[in-house]
């Protein structure tokens, strides 16, 4: 009886999942699907033919999405490695690291408005270079909390170890840190990418509308009623996390 519902349980938490993708990429492949029509009876691969041809702009939205999550991913990653370093050995410790959670305060949106003045003012608005700053104001500071835990006694003594055998702060670096936390910053690399992925708020204010992320292409679909293109960006959307979770279990199970 247990071995039964623990496999209901399992094809139940799998249908959930499963579920919400599987009609999204329906939509995408979808023609003229309205209520109260159940089931599609019309498929085309319009969406997805444009997508590869270049006749929209979802796949210029793509590979801008890309680019500035791995740009944002990769620079939070190494400053909040090395500041949270110092924060976490410094004496005030504690008031340092309630700093890093003040951007977490205000929603995005709220602290774009704040902000938006001073992008305005240094020629950043509606740039790429302005939303890849905005998105590092998040991105830097969960970088920061998530490395602090790692900096411990344990690491200091390595540090100390390395130092009086006459080995120099960058051979610590080299040899002992990254080695002890190449897990810890691939995982950090792959949070701080779906930060920036899925960010919306600060794209859409910071951006002026101009800098069409694949967030962006979503609500922009939406709020033209264009269903199959927004289905066909969400399925876009969706693949990154897959492949990070998938990443991510490899880089624990290899690491256990």
Known sequence: MRIKFSLFFHVSMIAVCVTPVAILLLLSFS???????????QFSSIAWNDLFSGGNDVRHSLLLSVLIATVVAFVATIIGFFV?????????????????????????????????????????????????????????????????????????????????????NIVALTSVIIPLSKPLLLVCFFQCFLISWFEY??????????????????????????????????????????LLLWINKRIFLKYL
Request: net charge positive.
């Open 31 to 41: 023609k003229n699907w309205a209520f109260p029509v159940l089931l599609v009876d």
């Open 84 to 168: 949270s370093k110092t924060i976490a050995y410094h004496t005030y410790r504690r008031q340092l690291l309630f700093l890093a959670y003040l951007p977490f305060v205000l929603s995005p949106v709220i602290l774009a408005v704040c902000l938006k003045f001073y992008f305005i003012k240094l020629s950043l608005a509606g740039t790429v270079a302005g939303v890849i700053i905005a998105q590092l104001i998040i991105a830097i500071p969960y970088s920061i909390i998530f490395f602090t835990g790692f900096w411990n006694q344990r690491v200091k003594s390595f540090e100390h170890i390395v130092n009086t055998l006459g080995g120099t």
């Open 201 to 242: 708020g600060l794209t859409s204010v910071i951006g002026y509308g101009k800098i069409q992320t694949l967030t962006i292409k979503v609500y922009q679909f939406l709020t033209e009623a264009n269903i199959y293109y927004a289905a066909l960006s969400c399925c876009l959307l969706i693949i990154p996390p897959v």
